[in-house]
């Protein structure tokens, strides 16, 4: 089956390491898509990927990085930058940029600092 | 810009009653319009959207949303409540002024009573 996989499902970090999520998709989609959800807040965009070896900050950028080497994979990394990372954080494609469908999205990873 | 509200941060209705989800959006340039649910500790799915077209748009499980474009909405509805629509629901928008990258809104928090 084609889907997104985003792994692990839950993730403990100390503070002052960086972690990094890992989102895989088989769905040969061009763009790839990271945010953060929190209580009452919705999704905010991180970081968008729309072509392999390419990236965009989203809205809430600061304190993450991420890299686009493969078109089947976008791995987020938290660093010990992001003040508040505790969340749950979400992966999502779609067929390719500029295009006005929808996107599908992992299982999420939920983001604990201790 | 493109934005959206979702009215009501959580919406309480009987197991057989009516469901209506509200959701008003901003977009200097024809909108596409997507309802998501979400379920706890999961990712979004898609339950319909709007690109263009018939204004009256069926999705899965039942649900309807109407695109009227004189009062800048795409509510949610669904004539009798079942318990298994308990989830979270999210309206976003997408236009080509934002390169057709979806903006969310807060989101709805649906509850069902037996």
């Known amino acids: 089956d084609g889907g997104i996989t985003q792994s692990p499902k839950y993730l403990f970090r100390k503070e002052g390491q960086n972690v990094t999520l890992s989102c895989e998709q088989n769905l040969n989609h061009d763009a790839m898509y990271w945010y953060r959800q929190d209580p009452g807040q919705g999704l905010r965009l991180i970081y968008y990927s729309q072509i392999v070896n390419d990236f965009q900050k989203g809205d809430i950028a600061e304190g993450y990085s991420v890299s686009r080497e493969k078109k089947e994979s976008f791995p987020l990394t938290v660093t010990s930058a992001q003040k508040n990372p505790t969340a749950f954080y979400l992966c999502?494609?779609?067929?390719?940029?500029?295009?006005?469908?929808?996107?599908?999205f992992g299982p999420g990873t939920r983001l604990t600092v201790l | 810009a493109q934005s959206v509200t979702q009215l009501g941060s959580h919406v309480s209705v009987s197991e057989g009653a009516l469901v209506l989800l509200r959701c008003n959006y901003s977009?200097?340039?024809?909108?596409?319009l997507f309802w998501y649910v979400q379920y706890p500790n999961q990712g979004l799915q898609l339950l319909l959207k709007?690109?263009?077209?018939?204004?009256l748009v069926k999705g899965i499980n039942g649900f309807e949303a109407e695109f009227k474009k004189s009062e800048t909405s795409f509510h949610l509805t669904k004539p009798s409540a079942h318990m298994s629509d308990a989830a979270e629901y999210f309206c976003?928008?997408?236009?080509?002024?934002?390169?057709?990258?979806?903006?969310f809104g807060r989101g709805t928090s649906l509850i069902v009573h037996p």
């Open positions: 977009s200097s340039v024809p909108p596409y």
């Open positions: 976003a928008v997408s236009a080509s002024g934002g390169s057709y990258i979806p903006t």
């Open positions: 999502a494609s779609s067929i390719g940029p500029g295009t006005p469908l929808q996107q599908f």
């Open positions: 709007y690109t263009t077209g018939a204004t």
